[in-house]
């Protein structure tokens, strides 16, 4: 067992890998692609040195540490958690046997989809952000930008990692293609819709870390429930720093809706968009969007595929050991969202039993919401203390789906179900339009100077590892 980094390695890692040496060759010869990919795809605005957090440990305390790195030289490593020896599957038909540290035969295709699919979403996201530094609110946001990009960079370190180690050929072929497609691209585009929508501004990227990374942090720990040791280790580690881009995209939105909510009674109105923040039906509408396509993540309410993976142990459930039952959830059984007929034998919003297994995916998307749930209370919580009478809300699980049972209808964020010409006509009241996005974007004037922060947000409470908020987190070029 072993915990501690070698830092001496062309890649840092804690898995030994000078004594793979046909592993380490390999990785060695993807590494050279990476830094390319990050040159052209990633962050473009350019920079001598960022203050950046980078992983040295996976030990309990001191598993970082913090200063100025120039961003193509940063330490991009391989990091499993410890190894618990005693470690037995926790659900499935092998529960309680011991877990696998080789991929077994009869599930390999399974495992290699299930990482290739969390592989795409890591560099797709620093694509999709990619343009944001010409535009950040101070340097300190501009600091987190950035080191949520170094971070996804080693996520997907972590993923081509198994790949090479326990996919052979295949796997590697795989890691090579998680560098050719890309966000947005017409002919190679990366494979799940949410990581092919734009980041075109801040309030987008605080909803999509806030959203769209929590759906990661989902997926991570039911990845980290798997039978299949490696994976579930690199999964620990990930959700460590997942932790962080959590931080950024809540506080992100506590900022924007606290200066809102400072404007308004500055002004005493509602109507803050003249005055250089973001009215709160605007950063409604930016919610019920980075939400909605972020519920898609989450796959159908029902799959035979994820039935599947369960009974095997390759994917569990969130938080698989604080739950009460068999674990293996034969004969339990679930009430999912569906489309059900009504007495006119129109289809209509509502619910129907499935068994548990097959309605995996809805168990963990409850979760998910669940969780959602906490950020509207806290931003609410400002609108109240600022003696503000609106309120944000999640959007009903029916509006704007493109994936699941409600994806064939339109529903208005109350779960009102509508035609389409009405959706049409009315789409505008719900989801960012052009208008809102043009304001938005006008107010994303970079404020690069340090201390300094632009109109639209209020400061954080605090820095980044102790630092006040006037430190120099970045040296531009
Ligand atoms: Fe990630
Ligand atoms: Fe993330």
Request: hydrophobic residues 35%.
């Amino acid at each position: 067992m072993t915990t501690t980094a070698d830092y001496g390695e062309k890649i840092p890692n804690n898995v030994r890998l000078h004594e793979d040496r046909r592993l380490q060759r390999a990785l060695e010869s993807w590494q050279p692609n990476f830094l390319t990919w990050w040159q052209t795809m990633g962050p473009t605005l350019p920079t001598q040195d960022v203050y950046l957090r980078t992983a040295v440990n996976v030990g309990r305390d001191g598993w970082a540490q913090f200063g100025h790195v120039p961003m193509p030289e940063y330490r991009w490593g391989i990091f499993l958690a410890e190894r618990d020896p005693g470690r037995t599957v926790g659900f499935g038909e092998h529960k309680g046997e011991p877990v696998w540290d080789k991929v077994p035969g009869e599930y390999r295709a399974e495992l290699q989809r299930l990482i290739v699919i969390q592989g795409d979403t890591e560099p797709a996201s620093v694509e999709q952000q990619r343009n944001l530094g010409a535009t950040a609110p101070s340097l300190y946001d501009l600091r987190n930008l950035f080191q949520v990009n170094v971070e996804e960079g080693r996520h997907l370190w972590a993923m081509v990692y198994l790949l090479h180690a326990y996919f052979g050929r295949e796997g590697r072929e795989e890691a090579e293609e998680l560098l050719h497609r890309n966000s947005g691209s017409e002919d190679s585009p990366r494979i799940l819709g949410a990581f092919n929508e734009e980041t075109p501004d801040w309030l987008s990227f605080y909803m999509f870390t806030y959203f769209t990374d929590r759906d990661g942090k989902y997926q991570l720990g039911t990845l980290k429930e798997s039978a299949f040791d490696p994976l579930s280790r690199t999964c620990e580690f990930m959700l460590k720093e997942e932790a962080h881009h959590m931080m950024v995209g809540t506080t992100g939105v506590d900022r924007v809706v606290q200066r809102t909510v400072e404007v308004m009674r500055e002004h005493d109105t509602a109507d803050v968009g003249g005055l250089g923040a973001i009215p709160l039906p605007v950063i409604q509408k930016y919610l019920n969007f980075h939400y909605s396509v972020s519920l898609d993540l989450f796959g159908g309410e029902t799959s035979t595929n994820v039935a599947n993976y369960y009974t095997a142990g390759i994917k569990g459930r969130w938080m698989e050991d604080r739950r009460k039952d068999d674990h293996k959830l034969g004969s339990d059984s679930i009430m999912v969202d569906a489309l059900v007929g009504d007495a006119s034998g129109e289809p209509s919003i509502g619910q129907t039993e499935v068994s548990a297994l097959v309605g995996l995916n809805t168990d963990l998307r409850r979760e998910y919401i669940a969780d959602c749930q906490g950020g509207v209370k806290r931003w609410n919580r400002i609108l109240e203390e600022g003696g503000v009478t609106q309120r944000l809300k999640l959007p009903h699980a029916a509006f704007n789906r493109k994936v699941g049972a409600f994806a064939g209808i339109e529903a208005t964020p109350d779960g009102e179900k509508i035609s389409a010409p009405e959706w049409q006509r009315r789409q505008d009241e719900w989801l960012p339009s052009a208008v809102d996005k043009t304001y938005v974007r006008s107010l994303m004037r970079p404020v690069h100077e340090r201390g300094k922060i632009a109109a639209w947000i209020a400061p954080p409470r605090n820095g980044i590892n102790g630092q006040p908020f006037d430190y120099d987190y970045v040296h531009l070029a």
